[in-house]
């Protein structure tokens, strides 16, 4: 009977330690100060896995933008994303394919979404992101934040695209 429960444990455990690092072991973060406020960035970085996502995409989808729970934003200084003004605080963001080669960033105020529908309404600014073909292939998702002389620049990369804008750091 002990041999049973020793088996038991050892098969929870073996089962349950990877589903563990799935769900967590994959956020990646970037911060960046401007004028004085930080900017951090959490997000889930899913890999490619054979995939062509930014241009499979059809036009008018909403992405949750990475893996798992939705990517945040937290900003201690007032933005102005498209010549409106989005406060102080944490958002969610989401990536909206606009056209065939266009996207906007979209910041809504819900935050810690986990495996919920996508946003279509309630955001906050939306940001016009231009689409460029990158130097380099990467098969894992990666965004940064940058300060772009004063301005906060977003690069999100993936494959060998990267959708790429600035706003404000008030």
Request: charged letters at 20%; one cysteine or more; proline letters at 4%.
């Amino acid at each position: 009977m002990k041999f049973n429960k020793t088996i038991l444990c050892l098969l929870v455990v073996c089962i349950a330690i990877p589903a563990c690092a799935q769900m967590s072991g994959e956020r990646q973060t970037s911060e960046v100060t401007i004028k004085g406020k930080k900017l951090s960035l959490n997000y889930g970085s899913p890999n490619l896995n054979g995939r062509d996502v930014f241009s499979l995409a059809p036009v008018g989808m909403v992405w949750r933008l990475g893996k798992n729970q939705a990517t945040e934003i937290t900003t201690t200084g007032d933005l102005t994303v498209a010549g409106k003004t989005v406060k102080a605080g944490k958002y969610s963001l989401w990536a909206k394919k606009t056209g065939e080669n266009s996207w906007v960033l979209a910041f809504h105020p819900k935050t810690g979404i986990w495996g919920e529908p996508a946003m279509k309404d309630g955001y906050v600014a939306e940001l016009p992101l231009k689409m460029e073909k990158a130097g380099d292939a990467v098969e894992q998702l990666n965004i940064s934040l940058v300060d772009m002389s004063g301005k906060a620049g977003i690069k999100i990369h993936w494959g060998t695209a990267e959708l790429v804008g600035t706003f404000d750091v008030n």
